[in-house]
C-alpha cells in the first residue's frame, strides 16, 4: 500500500508541478501582451503630444498673422492705396425716419394686384 501512496503522490506532485508551469507561461504570455499594449499605448502619448506642439505651434503663427493682417496702421495704409475712403461726416448718417421720408413704402398686396406690365 505503500507504494500505491507513494506513486499517487508523486503523481500529484507531478500534475501540481504542471499546474505550476501552466500558470507560468499564462503569466508570461500575459505579461508580453501587457507589457506590448503598454508600449504601444506610451508611442501614441508621444505622437498625440508631438501633434499637439506642432498644432500649438501653427496656432501662434496664425495669430502672428492675424495680428498682421488686422493692424490698423496696414489697414489705413491699404485704404489710402486702394479705396481712398473717408470718415464718414455727421452730416452723411440718417435716421430711420430720414429713410421713411425719402423712400416711399409700398405694401406688398398693392403690387401683387397692379401686376408685372403695369
Do not use: C
Request: hydrophobic share 45%; proline share 3%.
Amino acid at each position: 500500500m505503500s507504494v500505491s501512496y507513494s506513486g499517487s503522490r508523486r503523481a500529484a506532485q507531478r500534475v501540481s508541478w504542471f499546474l505550476l508551469f501552466l500558470i507560468g507561461v499564462a503569466l508570461t504570455i500575459t505579461l508580453y501582451f501587457v507589457k506590448t499594449h503598454a508600449q504601444s499605448a506610451k508611442r501614441d502619448v508621444r505622437d498625440l503630444s508631438r501633434a499637439i506642439a506642432a498644432e500649438e505651434a501653427a496656432i501662434r503663427v496664425l495669430r502672428a498673422e492675424l495680428a498682421y493682417l488686422e493692424s490698423p496702421a496696414r489697414l489705413s495704409e491699404l485704404n489710402d492705396v486702394h479705396l481712398k475712403l473717408r470718415p464718414t461726416r455727421p452730416e452723411q448718417e440718417r435716421r430711420v425716419g430720414d429713410i421713411e421720408a425719402s423712400f416711399i413704402l409700398v405694401e406688398a398686396g398693392v403690387l401683387a394686384e397692379a401686376g408685372p406690365n403695369d
